[in-house]
């Protein structure tokens, strides 16, 4: 490990990343062909996917949309003459012996993805470029013991590749912008966003180089990293693998790498005296794509708030805290369901709460998303302003409700309430009824009290809702009981 | 044995009049057609007659006939080259590579004849892959010329011409890249049409070269060429390059309409390697042509020396591509002695692919790779579009350009077979419209001294195959009144 912090400081790391964003349309890139995910082996392939002699491919018109529709959200410029192109290599798992891609002209150039990071620092990750391809099909080496098996169902999924320009400083801000962009596909709905089942898949470029410096290092690519950790676990030891060489005056070669989850480490997948020479050339098949400006207009119509809007909505229209804001904008559904509340209630910051601390932690409870809960958001408003109303106290609705809620989703509110019993009593007497027994078991507290302890009021409070089974108003019994204990002074 | 019946059809018209009134039967023409097959078997034009399911499918269209369902193409009896998927049937680019690989689905041009009621008689031997002058790279060896069996059929679909040149069937469907309908038919003394670039839809056709391939039809007569574009023609779903424009009824629109400018090429006439007896035979025309009141001229084409190597290296690029797919590991030959991925890909495409595909797939690779994409590839691009926008420019002031097909009539097989240049150059006339993605006609204009056919080329404007088709069947009337 490289010892002296000096020695760390005089370097600066300059990382590229390249994201293969799988997009979520119901058929592939470029044939009828289902893309659903975890279908039999080789079940989705005509010839188109089969790569069989004649066969010829035809664009999908959603994969354009989707490209678009990202191109917008990060402010590129949508490249309305753009076309399709061949990247030539052979590889089992890929039937016609090239890959359909853009390598000339992409359909996004440019843009960029804002990320904050934990010193509360903001910066805009700057984008090369978005382009449309189409994956390979899936190679599966450690089921047979003599040979590797080829499952198709992939070959053709749509991608987007997304490429940063080469100008992260770190494995914190590549993590950060990995998810930022992934909130972002999700917002869009383009995408599932599972880096685990392969919906996302990154590829960085590392290389470092002194600071001050102008030129670029050798880059590293590494591979296929399958989760946001992973891609900054394996960046923050490849820039500290290429520091310890540079130090020790090796020479950093320009390799392609692969990441060992389990140990941390990088090792050697290929050098650069073995990579191809992808022969790259206009796909003759495809007709060049043209996009009219009514096109890209009708997609920009159409387009959902982006969380950046939304935060920005959150804080000056719900009065929102910054915390919850950006909490509540960080998952699209969470921020849905957020919205859909307060379409009936008054009280944002009651609605905020909710969402960030009893929903979510029930969710995260039973590991799932806020399209997998099972109140409806009007429920959740209602009861809100049960509370709101002085009807309902907050902890009964937070705990009892809540429970019977998940068991019930469907049930109406109101009997809920009624078979729990819980629904404040609003008659005076009975309060008082309940105050005079509280303040009758502690008779030393009365009289510290009254000799200006006000500490104790607390004591009496939690009395006082024991007694009456938490279904008192607490504000009004709190003034009930002040009142009370005035008189007995 | 009892001996067929003879005919002597050359036109769908007069086999559909005769089978109406009951003059003829299906099943007839049918056996008449298999019984030729085998007594020119030895021309090896074709590599498979469909031969047991043919009866009952000749059934099925004598039903329909007598109904009076049946489609456009009822009655005629067709051969397809073995560059085109028919679903359930063999497919083998005349190459080892495909062995053993059957189609599990149909070319749309397939689908379209079928829904005509054509029926498919069998598959035609052609050069490997497309990719030859001559039927000479066919894994299953040279098809034969029936005007001289010493003779090459020309290529790539030489089978499609010499099974229309010995009526072995009626018409066939070839396919063409750089002249490979029309210069086999300009030897073998047939119609021969490569439709303009996206006239036809290419699904399920084998491919060659993906911005020159085109499906067209091999006849003895131009009403049958006619019809056949007329059927085949026309967008598709399969195929995004396909044009959408209204496909015209060429077969009905065969009358041509006044006088006409026509454009022959100086350089062409003028060439060195082209026999003296062809430029003959096309001065003739010419001046039949202008007696029968057409203006014909001379106009200069300067990129005539360029459309060889123009041609070879966006053809054999863009092949370097498509030929990658047979890989041994999905479908097809995998060479027994593979071990491994690498070898698996090595050994299968050492074996399966001839000579003359190996050569273009390692050309195709060389102008592609990365530091000689400029100097060829990219070059050869800028002058596909100079050498189009130049041969458009003549079509401006010109209904059509006449030129020879071929610079020579048929050669002697293996004559050429060692100079894969000298073969190139055989090319010569017939890619200028496959580079500008025109329309091109090969029409028989009569035979040379020692009575080989002669062609004659007719380009016509982009999507004008009716002003093409008519002036062709204007043509081949003018040929016969001499």
Known sequence: MVDSLQQIDKYEAVIGLEVHVQLSTKSKAFCYDSAQYGSKPNHNISPVSLGLPGALPRANQEIVKYAVKLGLAIGSTINQYNFFDRKNYFYADLPKGYQITQDNEPICKGGAVKIRLANGQQKNIVLNRIHIEEDAGKSIHDVDDNYSLIDLNRAGVSLLEVVTEPMIASGEEAAAYLAELRKLVRYLNICDGNMEEGSMRCDANVSIRLKGDTALGNRCEVKNLNSIKNVQRAIEHEISRQIQLSEAGVYIDQNTLNFDALTGITSVLRSKEMANDYRYFPEPDLLPLQLSDEFIEAIRQDMPALPEALYNRFINEFNLPHYDALLLTSDKDMADYFLAITASVSNYKAASNWVMGTIRSYLNEKNIGFDKFPISAQQIAQLINKVEAGQLNNNQAKEKVFVALLNHPTQNLDDILKQLNVLIDTNTSTIDGFIMAALNKFPDKVKEYNSGKKGVLGLFMGELMKISGGKIDPKNANKLLVAQLEKLK | ?482
């Open chain 2, 1 to 482: 044995m009892i001996a067929q019946k003879v005919f002597s059809y050359n036109k769908l018209i007069d086999i559909q009049q005769d089978l109406k009134t009951n003059k003829l039967v299906l099943a007839d023409l049918v056996n008449y057609y298999l019984d030729r097959i085998k007594t020119y078997s030895h021309l090896n034009a074709f590599l498979e007659v469909f031969e047991d399911e043919l009866a009952e499918k000749t059934a099925l269209i004598q039903q329909k006939i007598n109904n009076g369902t049946a489609g456009k193409l009822a009655g005629m009896v067709l051969g397809i080259k073995d560059n085109i998927s028919y679903q359930g049937h063999k497919l083998s680019a005349s190459s080892k590579i495909l062995d053993g690989y059957v189609s599990i689905y149909d070319a749309t041009v397939i689908s379209k004849v079928l829904a005509e009621d054509a029926l498919i008689i069998g598959r035609l031997n052609c050069d490997e892959f497309a990719m030859g002058a001559s039927n000479e790279t066919s894994y299953f060896g040279p098809v034969k010329n029936f005007a001289d069996e010493r003779k090459v059929s020309g290529g790539s679909s030489g089978g499609c011409a010499v099974a229309v040149q010995a009526d072995l069937c009626l018409a066939t469907l070839g396919s063409d890249t750089g002249g490979s309908i029309r210069q086999p038919s300009a030897f073998c003394g047939v119609v021969g049409l490569k439709p303009t670039y996206a006239r036809v839809s290419r699904y399920g056709v084998v491919a060659y070269a993906s911005s020159f391939d085109q499906v067209g039809p091999i006849a003895q007569s131009v009403e049958d060429a006619a019809l056949l574009l007329e059927v085949i023609a026309g967008s598709d779903d399969g195929d995004s390059t396909v044009s959408h424009l209204p496909v015209d009824a060429y077969s009905q629109m065969l009358q041509l309409k006044g006088k006409k400018r026509i454009a022959y090429i100086e350089e062409t006439l003028h060439s060195e390697g082209l026999n003296p007896q062809i430029r003959n035979n096309v001065m003739a025309q010419i001046e039949k042509l202008r007696a029968d009141g057409h203006t014909v001229e001379p106009v200069s084409f300067e990129l005539l020396d360029f459309v060889v190597p123009t041609y070879y290296i966006l053809t054999t690029a863009e092949a370097s591509s498509n030929l990658a797919r047979y890989d041994g590991v999905h479908y097809g030959y995998r060479s027994p002695l593979a071990t491994d991925l690498t070898s698996t890909y090595k050994k299968s495409r050492s074996e399966g692919f001839g000579n003359e595909v190996k050569r273009r797939i390692m050309l195709g690779t060389f102008v592609l790779s990365a530091s000689y994409y400029d100097a060829y590839y990219a070059k050869a691009q800028k002058a596909r579009r100079l050498i189009k926008e130049k041969t458009e420019h003549i079509l401006k002031n010109y209904d059509f350009i006449i030129t020879p097909t071929t610079p020579n009539t048929a050669f002697t097989i293996g004559e050429q077979s060692t100079d894969p240049l000298e073969m190139y150059l055989a090319d010569i006339f017939t890619v200028q419209a496959s580079l500008a993605g025109l329309p091109a006609i090969s029409l028989p204009s009569g035979k040379d001294a020692a009575g080989l056919p002669i062609g004659i080329q007719i380009i016509g404007q982009k999507f004008n195959e009716v002003h093409l088709l008519a002036f062709s069947a204007y043509f081949m009337g003018m040929g016969t009144r001499l």
